[in-house]
């Protein structure tokens, strides 16, 4: 029977990303501020503007499927099961009925990397060519899918889909899910893998990027008054949401819980957010509201913080307008200035950034934050990690189209 008044809690993470290829490893890097972003080396790309990004470095997709499924998964796929064997290996599957657990994972784009290649197959050898695996390798709820059959998940099972945002939504309503219940876990999380020809070429034209070609591990530089544009990155961030209960029952080890989330929409414009943020304010009062905080209650804010101008300013503006402004407003920090933007997977790694920053009562720094921009006016946490006692932690994601997330976590005492 449906019911509000479960509590959710965080029993499983897995990694995989430009700073590392598990969590420990990455949450090391990122802490540090030791950035992974390096010079493209996927494909040729002398003829573009932007030549550098996040890549996922030293990853075999052979050590999680055999030849045959590596040849009918995109990488978006693959990165995504290698991150949920690390979940799942903090989860006791023999404590948990399937039919209870579910799959809710998000992806901006999906198989993109598959569309090229079967649409080269398509145009240089004819429609009789291209893969009969071309559909279930590209459509973006096939994550969700893939890792239901793997793992004998047979609760809720679908993907979400909203950009930059996509797994803030997906973590966001796996939370409901659960604490309404409706499934007592659910694996959750994004993962995106769009560090290809047309993605690259497409965020170039749009003049999104950053074309600091020369110095790349320098390039993402949230907040700062030259920053020039994001930069492009691929991963993926696999959580297990539990029931707390449940998960006590099980004597599961429990990293932290999450007490609230807030959604909305700007209505504004198809990439720009709203003037003055109101589409921001909006989703981190009512995350406020939802975990019953007041804003002085949050200690720190991991910020969206994308290094580009217009977005960088008005998360600012937001986070002022909610918080206030001077020393007596939360940290802030952007863990994108070393991870840079994993898009449908960004919430995800800064969810799971957010589980060690309370665990390890740590802020990770914004790197690169030379010099700040006066209209980013904000309590930052800049070049080096910080210790703190933090006890909420409130993480933005908002993705073109104008959606927002916002979401709450708590450290866990009992």
């Known amino acids: 029977m ?7 809690v965080v029993t499983g993470m897995g990694l995989v990303c430009p700073c590392g290829n598990s969590v420990e490893e990455s949450w090391e890097n990122i802490v540090t501020g030791r950035s992974g972003i390096t010079r493209i080396t996927a494909f040729d ?14 990853f075999d997709p052979l050590k999680h499927l055999d030849k045959k499924e590596v040849r009918r998964t995109d990488r978006s796929i693959q990165l995504a099961l290698a991150a949920s064997a690390e979940a799942m290996a903090d989860v006791d599957m023999a404590g948990i009925d399937g039919d209870r657990f579910g799959t809710i994972v ?7 990397q598959t569309f090229e290649t079967q649409h080269t197959v398509l145009m240089n050898k004819g429609p009789a060519k291209v893969s009969p695996f071309f559909i279930p390798m590209m459509i973006s709820d096939m994550t969700a899918g893939q890792l239901s059959i793997r793992y004998g998940l047979r609760g809720p099972n679908f993907a979400t889909v909203s950009a930059c945002a996509s797994g803030g939504h997906a973590i966001s309503d ?10 007592d876990a659910i694996m959750t999380g994004g993962t995106e893998a769009t560090i290809s020809p047309m993605a690259l070429a497409g965020f170039c034209n749009m003049k ?16 700062e008054k030259d920053r020039d544009g994001f930069v492009m990155a691929e991963g993926s961030g696999i959580i297990i949401l539990e029931e ?13 819980e999450m007490i609230g989330v807030g959604l909305t929409g700007d209505a504004y414009h198809i990439t720009s957010p709203v003037p003055g943020g109101i589409g921001a304010v909006n989703a981190m009062k009512m995350a406020l509201s939802n975990a019953k905080l007041n804003p002085s209650d949050i200690d720190y804010i991991n910020a969206h913080g ?27 920090s952007s863990t994108k200035s070393v991870t840079g933007h994993l898009l449908g997977a960004a919430s995800s790694l800064e969810f799971i950034a957010c589980v060690k920053a309370i665990r390890d009562q740590v802020m990770p720094p914004t790197a690169n934050l030379y010099n700040p921009d006066p209209e ?27 959606h927002n997330v916002s979401i709450i976590l708590r450290r866990f005492d009992s």
């Open 208 to 223: 999104a990027l950053s074309f600091r070609n020369d110095e790349p591990d320098k390039a993402s530089r949230p907040f």
């Open 174 to 183: 796996a939370y409901m899910y659960v604490k309404n219940g409706f499934a």
């Open 45 to 58: 790309v002398e003829d573009y503007k932007s030549q550098i990004a996040g890549e996922v470095k030293n």
């Open 2 to 8: 449906p019911t509000s008044n479960r509590r959710v």
């Open 106 to 112: 998000g992806s901006g784009i999906g198989g993109i």
């Open 306 to 332: 994308t290094s580009t101008q217009y977005n960088d300013k008005v998360e600012a503006e937001a986070i002022r307008n909610v918080f206030g402004d001077g020393s007596s407003a939360p940290r802030v």
């Open 244 to 256: 707390m209960e449940h998960a006590k029952a099980r004597d599961a080890e429990i990293h932290a």
């Open 376 to 402: 980013c006016d904000l309590n930052h946490v800049a070049f080096d990690a910080e210790k703190n006692e933090l006890t909420h932690i409130l993480s933005n994601s908002f993705g073109f189209g104008g």
